[in-house]
């Protein structure tokens, strides 16, 4: 399966964007999908994950309550909405797809998108 994200940008602290991942070339209900984030400097780290159906979610502390994963299974896309967003959170994005199962570490995920910049200034 194919990965493209989109949606990243500039944004002043406490605004909101919203990332979009479509894929293509698979069975979209058959993957696991997860947005993922590296800052300049850091290890890579996990943001949000959604399950086939969409009916199980789970997101790292950092983002609780301010980002959400959905998944539009009929347009094979995955999205992530972020409001409340700190410079913390500038970091390059990507999304990624697995059939491995929900829940699972980065190392899990098959298929990667190019990443999109997200960049939060205070």
């Known amino acids: 399966v194919q990965l493209q994200a989109s949606g990243g940008g500039l944004v002043q602290a406490g605004g909101s964007l919203r990332l979009s991942c479509a894929a293509s070339g698979g069975t979209f209900t058959s993957y696991v999908m997860g947005w993922f984030r590296q800052a300049p400097g850091k290890e890579r780290e996990f943001v949000a994950t959604i399950s086939w159906s969409g009916g199980s979610t789970d997101y790292a502390d950092s983002v609780k309550g301010r980002f959400t994963i959905s998944r539009d299974n009929a347009k094979n896309t995955v999205y992530l909405q972020m409001n409340s967003l700190k410079p913390e959170d500038t970091a390059v994005y990507y999304c990624?797809?697995?059939?491995?199962?929900?829940?699972?570490?980065?190392?899990?995920?098959?298929?990667w998108g190019q990443g999109t910049q997200v960049t939060v200034s205070s």
């Open positions: 990624a797809a697995t059939k491995s199962g929900f829940g699972l570490p980065s190392s899990a995920y098959d298929y």
